[in-house]
């Protein structure tokens, strides 16, 4: 019943603005024709003034119906005033081109990441810009997630994966999103890079927790990565090749076709190593038919038209692979035996072809309604699939004499999973309210997921199939969502929302509220407090202490288990010095229920003449909690930029089987310190540095070894057989060392013939520090007696030191 | 030019290579515990045993070399630190008492060694029935002390009457047999006869679990090479052997069968124990039914 009387109040409000008018417009880059976000725009001599959204949207209500100057600035880009007359009632329209500039003043950067600060109430939110993470050292090449990782909050697992661990949450927990759709595995060759191709973002917002209520269906974190839309004025392209890709952006404005206008962006790249190795292997591969198995390739296609002022229509595509290819030329076998005139010829063959990648498309509609209300209506399909495939064939035909025959073994074994989310979204804002931006929407999720794995045998008399796991299932989430964004005095903004989701296999109804306040202590100077709940409905299935991961198994939350949640509390301050610094400290406490973790064993066993599996679906009940405290200074202007992050950070989680424990990503203090130094004495020369300190992470000591009973069953004599193993103490009861990693890098602008290029170097591991993946052990042996002593062990290293270097080439 | 620096740099990048393993030392506090598993048989042609070992802790040699003389020879072996060989363990069904005693080897009627490093029952009286809950107690030197309870499944039965007299490879064929409330079953099959005697035969449902309630499973046979071994083989013995568990057995052989902890580098579990107290292991019991018929092509 509040709701309501808070609605109707909404409206009498409404009713008042009747002497006053509105402007609104887009605000672009001159250049290149790109939305600006987060663009400050006031009325000259007021107290009116707004920013402006992703998409460069601005809308300012309530406007005294006079004559006036508007002013828009940014970061890096002129200022621009602009006079206006605006009568009463009137929906005036104002779109600005800004120019960029060469003058990249403290201030003016300052100003624009104060006004990201000022505007938003959630805490726990980060924008990352391509400058950003360009100027992030990098592995091999700059990567969106590697960037991500180094924020305050954010735990890594291993080396080599780029996954994000975030206040507590598993990588299936957040919501990763290109454009809006949804991207289930966005990592390539099993989480060392990310998928996404960081020449073709704009930018990426990082939300650690308490999103507000558009975002829904995952617990944990929110990066929503943001395309270029490409240059709307003229061609434009950049070539990049590094140490093991090669890539390539071209953009440029669309053929202007009866009136309609606009822009596309196309990047791509591909790993270019196996090429490389075919060319060096030369004839000895060409005679073994060897190639080298492996590559991964991504691109990605952005196409935007402006119908008119108030209908933009977008097409956005992503399509990238992974793609393990083994095969060898077929084996030809001959013999013959003239004593007993026996012949015989075979060909054997064998092969391995894994495919894995993501595929998107998105049609996304905005409509201007009226300039207060903009509606953006987004229909996205995103499918993951891998697909590893094993084929064996020997085949032959023999004779002796008059007699001959023919022979035939294959068999095959499949084992797949198939994740095709289908979204409608529709998405109405609306600012006709003064001091409030009210959000609503409906957003429909159709997700089918096939998880299975196929066994196949064939000779020239039968044929044995059988497949062991099936798992197949089809869930629809429904959900509805509205939030308001309340100036409700100077100094005090709240957030307030609430989604409220239908899982199809289950019959509750869900009902999220989220719940955001900032309050400004003094200019520049806020407290943020965000609360909220979070659910979610579907899993990994991956054992939780894999070491190394290559592929995720997604399935749908069962119908006979309830959905997982989790209640995120959060408690910030952000402080801007006027020397241009920006502290933020957070805390906070999440509280997670109804997780599922996978009974880990050995999941496929062939014994005999049997394959059998262990079921995906078997699961234990999990609990958890995470808390922690988060201290981020951040240098945000100057000749020298970048953050220190602290990290002090608590995760357990609970089942039966072993109590409480700390699961395998948590590290108790993290000490991130990023820098880009622009170096006096050399043009453009840009020097980097990435610090990287953590508390080891757990694992499960041995403690000892025993005998551990086994069994062969058989139909004529069964036998009890021991088989050494190491007895372990309670799961991750123990720490690996201290991790620390030191990275460098030297970047340069060049020219050659008039072509800019720019040349990177990148150091990794500078210290060549062993930070253990995880220990080997190995039994003693006295050399003389041949006796087996204790055992010892040995850290199977991370990244040892290594570098590269790249080029970067505008065309 | 560019692409010559590139090259050449890579080249550079695969000289570096990782640091060298460097091995350590492990030690733990870890407390040595008994670990046992004993197997109380309902079927004649089963023996029940008992083997008794203890754990070690991470800097504790395994093994050690033994120079023994025995009758004048000479044998140099090593012997398992794991095995303790003096314990004391007894048997009791509420009735009688068994004392199993350690054998380094025990041969079975053919002198074909069929058990090592065990605790036998020297006499012929001991007759598990079902529904009987046997104990165990061990004790050994350093103090300590296990003790085990099971209870013996219901015996096995297959419904013969049912079964063909012979089974034709590549047909199919019911089998079932009497179904239990309470405990896991597991039927085996295996093929004796033709030219190579014990042959490796495909076939679905070779060996497969029955839990409580299930009554029948569909059989079915094939020659995994026919041309090989088909036209030299005329005429065989199917055996099928069905054994009941006790919940114990289960859990530890089946249900908790695979490892614990996994991992690329090895694997390990918390020493899990199953109807034994103040150790781990296992202390189990099992009955078996047995069938056989001649199967021809």
């Known amino acids: 019943m509040k709701i309501f009387n808070y609605i109707t109040l909404i409206f009498i409000f409404a009713l008042q603005a009747q002497d006053f008018g509105t402007i609104s417009g887009f605000v672009r880059d001159e250049a290149t024709g790109e939305p600006l976000s987060y663009a400050n725009v006031f009325i000259k001599d007021t107290n009116k003034g707004g920013i402006t959204n992703l998409d460069g949207y601005f809308v300012l209500t309530q406007i005294p119906a006079d004559s006036g100057e508007i002013v828009v600035s940014i970061i890096g880009f002129a200022m621009v005033t602009q006079k206006f007359d605006l009568k009463s009632d009137q929906n005036l329209r104002l779109d600005f081109r800004l120019q960029q500039t060469v003058l990249e003043g403290d201030v003016v950067d300052v100003f624009g990441e104060a006004q990201k600060m000022r505007a938003l109430v959630e805490p726990s939110r980060i924008s990352i810009d391509l400058r950003t993470l360009e100027s992030t050292p990098a592995f091999i090449e700059p990567d969106l997630f590697r960037t991500v990782q180094l924020l305050p909050g954010v735990q890594t697992i291993n080396d080599f994966s780029s996954a994000l661990y975030v206040r507590g949450s598993t990588p299936d927990q957040n919501l990763i999103m290109l454009d809006g759709i949804t991207v289930y595995n966005p990592y390539h060759l099993g989480g060392i890079f990310s998928t996404f191709n960081t020449d073709a973002i704009k930018e990426a917002d990082f939300h650690a927790g308490g999103f507000p209520a558009r975002y829904g269906g995952r617990m944990g974190a929110i990066l929503n990565v943001i395309n270029r839309e490409g240059n709307t004025e003229k061609f434009e392209g950049h070539a990049n090749i590094s140490l093991i890709s090669s890539k390539l952006l071209m953009e440029g404005p669309l053929p202007k076709f009866k009136g309609l206008k606009g822009s596309w962006m196309i990047a791509g790249r591909r790993t270019y190593f196996d090429t490389f190795f075919n060319a060096m292997c030369g004839e000895e591969c060409a005679e073994s038919g060897f190639k080298f198995p492996y590559f991964f390739y991504d691109y990605q296609l952005k196409v935007n038209i402006d119908v008119n002022q108030d209908h933009r229509l977008t097409y956005s595509r992503f399509y990238g692979d992974d793609v393990l290819d083994i095969s060898f030329r077929p084996t030809v076998y001959e013999d013959y035996d003239i004593l007993s005139d026996y012949y015989e010829k075979s060909t054997n063959t064998f092969g391995i072809n894994w495919p894995w990648g993501n595929h998107t498309n998105s049609l996304t509609w905005r409509w201007l309604i009226s300039p207060q209300l903009v509606a953006r209506t987004f229909f996205a399909t995103s499918r993951y699939r891998f697909h590893f495939d094993m084929d064996n064939k020997n085949e032959g035909t023999w004779s002796v004499g008059n007699e001959s025959g023919s022979y035939l073994d294959r068999w095959s074994f499949d084992f797949y999973d198939i994740v095709e989310d289908q979204t409608l979204e529709t998405e109405i804002s609306w600012h006709g309210i003064d001091n409030h931006q009210i959000m609503g929407g409906f957003q429909l999720k159709q997700v089918d997921y096939d998880l299975g794995m196929e066994f196949e045998y064939e000779n020239l008399d039968t044929t044995f199939y059988a497949k062991p796991l099936e798992m197949k299932q089809q869930t629809i989430e429904t959900s509805l969502f509205i939030q308001d964004k309340w100036d409700v005095a100077s100094n005090i903004a709240l957030q307030i929302g609430g989604r409220m989701m239908k899982y199809s296999l289950h019959d509750q109804i869900y009902f999220d509220p989220r719940f955001g306040l900032k309050y400004l202590l003094q200019k520049d100077l806020s407290l943020k407090l965000s609360v909220g709940r979070f659910h979610q409905f579907l899993t990994i299935a991956n054992p939780e202490d894999e070491t190394l991961r290559l592929i995720d198994y997604w399935l749908g939350i069962p119908g006979d288990r309830a959905a997982p949640w989790a209640d995120h509390t959060i408690l910030g301050i952000e402080y801007l010095s006027e020397n241009n610094w920006l502290f933020r400290t957070e805390t906070y406490y999440k509280h997670f229920e109804n997780l599922i973790t996978l009974n880990q064993g050995e999941q496929v066993t062939e014994g005999n003449d049997q394959v059998s599996t262990t079921p995906f679906n078997e699961f234990f009940d999990t609990k958890a909690f995470a808390y922690g405290l988060e201290l981020l200074f951040k240098k945000i202007a100057g000749r020298s930029r970048g953050w220190v992050g602290y990290t002090y950070a608590k995760t357990m989680k609970h089942i039966q089987k072993h109590g409480w424990y700390y699961p395998k990503y948590d590290r108790t203090h993290t000490l991130n310190i990023v820098g880009d130094v622009t170096l006096p004495f050399i043009k453009d020369l840009h020097f980097n540095y990435a610090v990287q300190v953590s508390s080891g992470q757990p694992f499960t000591p041995p403690i000892g070894r025993y005998n551990h009973w086994e069994v062969y069953h058989d139909a004529f004599k069964d036998e009890w057989y021991q088989n050494e193993q190491l007895l372990v103490g309670r799961k991750n009861a123990d720490r690996l060392p201290m991790y620390f990693r030191l990275d460098l890098g030297l970047k340069q602008k060049k020219s050659l013939f008039g072509v800019p290029y720019e040349r990177y170097l990148q150091l990794i591991n500078v210290t060549n520090h062993v930070n253990p993946l995880s220990y080997q052990y190995r039994a003693k042996e006295n050399r003389l007696t041949g006796e087996t002593l204790g055992l010892e062990r040995a850290a199977v290293p991370m990244f040892p030191f290594f570098f590269t270097v790249g080029y970067r080439i505008e065309l | ?297």
């Open chain 2, 1 to 297: 030019m560019i692409y010559i620096y590139i090259i050449s740099i890579f080249f550079i990048s695969c000289t570096i290579l990782p640091p060298d393993l460097e091995w350590e030392d492990v030690t733990s506090d870890h407390e040595s515990t008994l670990n046992i598993i004993g197997l109380i048989s309902a079927d004649s042609l089963i023996t029940s045993f008992v083997r008794v070992q203890r754990t070690l802790d991470m800097e504790e040699a395994s093994d050690s070399l033994i120079r023994d003389t025995i009758g004048g020879n000479i044998y140099i072996y090593y012997t398992s630190q794991f095995i303790v060989r003096n314990a004391e363990v007894v048997v009791k069904n509420g009735v009688d008492e068994y004392i199993f005693e350690y054998k380094d080897f025990s041969f079975d009627v053919n002198q074909n060694e069929v058990f090592q490093e065990v605790y036998l029952y020297n006499g012929n009286d001991l007759n598990p029935q079902q529904g009987e809950i046997w104990t165990l107690h061990v004790t050994a030197p350093g103090g300590f002390e296990v003790t085990g309870q099971t209870t013996i499944p219901p015996t096995p039965e297959i419904f013969t009457e049912d079964l063909p007299d012979t089974f034709q490879i590549y047909r199919e064929m019911e089998v079932s047999w009497q179904p239990m409330n309470d405990n896991y079953q597991l039927i085996n099959s295996g093929h004796l006869g033709g030219e190579y005697g014990y042959e490796y035969i495909c076939g679905i449902n070779q060996e497969f679990i029955i839990s409580p309630e299930e009554s029948s499973g569909i059989y079915r046979r094939e020659w995994c090479d026919p041309e090989a071994y088909e036209s030299s083989w005329d005429e065989g013995l199917l055996f099928f052997s069905l054994m009941s568990m006790d919940n114990n057995y289960y859990d530890y052989f089946i249900r908790y069968g695979d490892a614990e902890f996994t991992s690329a580098f090895g694997s390990g579990s918390s020493g899990r124990s199953f109807g034994i107290d103040g150790g781990i292991g296992v202390f189990g019991s099992i009955a078996i039914d047995r069938h056989s018929m001649i199967m021809i092509p």
